[in-house]
T-cell receptor, first 116, second 113 residues
Framework: AQKITQTQPGMFVQEKEAVTLDCTYD???????LFWYKQPSSGEMIFLIYQGSYDQQNATEGRYSLNFQKARKSANLVISASQLGDSAMYFCAMRPLPGANSKLTFGKGITLSVRP | NAGVTQTPKFQVLKTGQSMTLQCAQDMNHEYMSWYRQDPGMGLRLIHY???????DQGEVPNGYNVSRSTTEDFPLRLLSAAPSQTSVYFCASWVGGSGNTIYFGEGSWLTVV
């Protein structure tokens, strides 16, 4: 069984500063993918970044980077130079790769508020 | 346009009524799933499908029914709506293998009174 844990309470960050959103996971699958999604107040799920468990380098996408520490089973999202538009709910998710049983499991999410 | 289409976007039901949330994708994706989102609970998996004719239960399947008669469509049926099913529902689809692109519908806001 897969489990994603996001335990931070609501996070606050000053505009233009960096922020780290924590995510730990538990799985018995040897190969898996880790995802981060952003959900603004409008409700849609916006894909941010992906990390495969066998990827040698940490994933980066513009201002987003994923601090992947496989031994510690953590996949923290780092947002650099925060913007007001980054205020949203952020979800960490994972799924086993590949295979017929490919359920995508989400954490409970973290609310990020960016202060001007 | 490629993507996941969910309908309706908003719905109010009375307790005991039945309804179907529609989900369609035109990308020939093998995997489709339904999630519900409740405050403080994240997205929880209701049912999922790994291909036409194959469905399985997720974390919170009670009160919901699904079928997958075609690759494109994955409807979610509420058999007898209850206030506890008031939630936001998301449909998602993705290709199999190591694909990392997961497409979400825009969500369906359901209120059961």
């Amino acid at each position: 069984a897969q489990k994603i844990t996001q335990t931070q309470p609501g996070m606050f960050v000053q505009e233009k500063e960096a922020v780290t959103l924590d995510c730990t996971y538990d799985t018995s699958d040897p190969s898996y993918g880790l995802f981060w999604y952003k959900q603004p107040s409008s409700g849609e799920m916006i894909f941010l970044i992906y990390q495969g468990s066998y990827d040698q380098q940490n994933a980066t996408e513009g201002r987003y980077s994923l601090n992947f520490q496989k031994a510690r089973k953590s996949a923290n999202l780092v947002i650099s130079a925060s913007q007001l538009g980054d205020s949203a709910m952020y979800f960490c998710a994972m799924r086993p790769l590949p295979g017929a049983n490919s359920k995508l499991t989400f954490g409970k999410g973290i609310t990020l508020s960016v202060r001007p | 346009n490629a993507g996941v289409t969910q309908t309706p976007k908003f719905q109010v039901l009375k307790t005991g009524q039945s309804m179907t949330l529609q989900c369609a994708q035109d990308m020939n994706h093998e995997y489709m799933s339904w999630y519900r989102q409740d405050p403080g609970m994240g997205l929880r998996l209701i049912h999922y499908s790994v291909g036409a004719g194959i469905t399985d239960q997720g974390e919170v399947p009670n009160g919901y029914n699904v079928s997958r008669s075609t690759t494109e469509d994955f409807p979610l049926r509420l058999l007898s709506a209850a206030p506890s099913q008031t939630s936001v529902y998301f449909c998602a689809s993705w290709v199999g293998g190591s694909g990392n692109t997961i497409y979400f519908g825009e969500g369906s806001w359901l209120t059961v009174v």
